[in-house]
């Protein structure tokens, strides 16, 4: 029994030991980040526009959001609320050129993260450059650790962007 009770202590001990350390790592990194990806998608760009534009229809093509509740447009813009992997998180869509580009900011502000996705459409030969640039905050020093360290700043950004090619019968060839 006591030896049990030595083992427990000691693991305890060293998961707070870890914890603490991650927070300490964290708490060092800086908390704004830019992260860019894209891919090419073989579609002409007013095809891709109105699938990323109509997020409401979002869950019956991206992997990682079960629901969308549309919120209205305070102050002329769409705000809307995904329901998916990550949480509940509500955005405000900020900018909207159609065939071109769309702003997206994150509305929320007790997340722990915050920030905009500038998806920019760019028409070349083959098809549509899809590119998300990610201008974010990790204002939670253990999120900022975990996004830095374990599943990295483009984790959400490629979920997104395997999803779309997906979408349109495509296996991704992600780019920075």
């Known amino acids: 029994m006591k030896t049990i009770l030595i083992v427990v202590i000691s693991l305890v001990s060293l998961l707070g030991l870890l914890i603490g350390v991650a927070a300490l790592i964290g708490s060092r990194l ?6 860019t990806r894209s891919i090419l998608v073989h579609r002409p760009s007013d095809d891709v526009y109105k699938l990323v534009r109509d997020v409401g229809k979002s869950p019956t093509w991206r992997s990682d959001v079960k629901s969308v509740d549309l919120l209205g447009e305070p102050n002329g813009k769409l705000n809307y609320r995904e329901h998916g992997s990550q949480g509940d998180v509500t955005y405000e869509l900020s900018d909207d050129v159609p065939g071109q580009r769309t702003v997206t900011r ?3 502000q007790d997340l722990g993260y915050s920030g905009t996705w500038t998806t920019v459409l760019t028409r070349e030969a083959d098809g549509t450059r899809v590119r998300i640039t990610e201008n974010g905050e ?13 599943f990295g700043h483009t984790s959400t950004i490629d979920t997104y962007l395997t999803s779309l090619s997906k979408h349109f019968g495509e296996t991704a060839q992600i780019e920075d």
């Open 138 to 150: 990790v204002s939670n020093v253990m999120f900022r650790f975990m996004s830095r360290y374990i």
């Open 30 to 35: 800086q908390i704004a980040h830019v992260a």
């Open 106 to 108: 994150i509305v929320d």
